[in-house]
């Protein structure tokens, strides 16, 4: 199993990025793919996620508006799209897969079977 999270990067406050999570391994229709984020000396929080088999998605009230989660499903790899943001939002930013079952657990960490190394989100004020 794999899960690989990249499109990190350093940007100004109010500019753009997008993040990619390539899987592999493991029955993606199975699973709800989720991205959280860890900033330093803070607690691991989810940000958003996504049931891959119906489209069902779900945002942190702090980047509703502002970020949007999609999936390429044929490409097994998920994407977060992230705009206006904020030096708040700098951290590192990891994907995980949730067994579907589970969804309305989406921000617990200790739900999702498998997580991926993380990509750093810096945002510059």
């Known amino acids: 199993v794999q899960l690989q999270a990249s499109g990190g990067g350093l940007v100004q406050a109010g500019g753009s990025l997008r993040l990619s999570c390539a899987t592999s391994g493991f029955t993606f229709d199975d699973y709800a793919i989720g991205w959280f984020r860890q900033a330093p000396e803070k607690e691991r929080e989810g940000v958003s996620c996504?049931?891959?088999?119906?489209?069902?998605?779900f945002y942190a009230d702090s980047v509703k508006g502002r970020f949007t989660i999609s999936s390429a499903n044929a490409k097994n790899t998920v994407y977060l799209q992230m705009n206006s943001l904020k030096p708040e939002d700098t951290a590192v930013y990891y994907c995980?897969?949730?067994?579907?079952?589970?969804?309305?657990?989406?921000?617990?960490?200790?739900?999702?079977?498998?997580w991926g190394h993380g990509t750093l989100v810096t945002v510059s004020s």
């Open positions: 995980a897969a949730l067994p579907r079952r589970l969804l309305r657990l989406w921000m617990l960490t200790g739900e999702y079977d498998y």
């Open positions: 996504i049931n891959v088999s119906d489209g069902r998605t």
